[in-house]
């Protein structure tokens, strides 16, 4: 395998990351948004329901810097030698792993106090 069939995997590898962060999210953000709906016409259901809450607006920006990591990884594999291309994949794995801890976290104690 040569240097820029090892580029292109690194480079598939990202952009499905990418487009399965993206899917994910929105998938999660209907889904949680659809129930929260279902909820507000419940007779037993809450008076009072915010729809575009943390997930919309926060997650949203999450998201959009998760993707800014992969996008600037994918323009320095275009501009680097085999090596570097190598460095540059493991480190944006890192990141985003990094950013899917720190977001998990953050759900997971929005949610340990309860949901709006």
Same mark, same amino acid.
């Given at each position: #395998? !040569?240097?820029?069939?090892?580029?292109?995997?690194?480079?598939?590898?990202? +952009? =499905? #990351?990418?487009?399965?962060?993206?899917?994910?999210?929105? +998938?999660? @953000?209907?889904?949680?948004?659809?129930?929260? %709906?279902?909820?507000?016409?419940?007779? !037993?259901?809450?008076?009072?329901?915010? %729809?575009?809450?943390?997930?919309?607006?926060?997650? *949203?920006? *999450?998201?959009? !810097?998760? #993707? $800014?990591?992969?996008?600037?990884?994918?323009?320095?594999?275009?501009?680097?030698? @085999?090596?570097? =291309?190598?460095?540059?994949?493991?480190? @944006? #794995?890192?990141?985003?792993?990094? %950013?899917?801890?720190? =977001?998990?976290?953050?759900? !997971?104690?929005? $949610?340990? %106090?309860? *949901? @709006?």
């Amino acid at each position: #395998m !040569d240097a820029s069939e090892k580029k292109q995997i690194w480079r598939d590898s990202l +952009l =499905a #990351m990418k487009n399965s962060l993206l899917g994910t999210y929105e +998938l999660t @953000t209907t889904v949680y948004e659809q129930e929260k %709906f279902l909820r507000c016409w419940n007779p !037993d259901g809450p008076d009072y329901l915010v %729809f575009s809450d943390y997930r919309r607006n926060e997650g *949203r920006r *999450r998201i959009q !810097d998760v #993707m $800014e990591v992969i996008d600037d990884a994918l323009e320095r594999l275009d501009r680097c030698d @085999t090596r570097e =291309a190598s460095r540059i994949f493991l480190q @944006t #794995m890192k990141q985003v792993a990094r %950013f899917s801890r720190l =977001a998990r976290l953050i759900e !997971d104690t929005r $949610e340990s %106090f309860g *949901r @709006t």
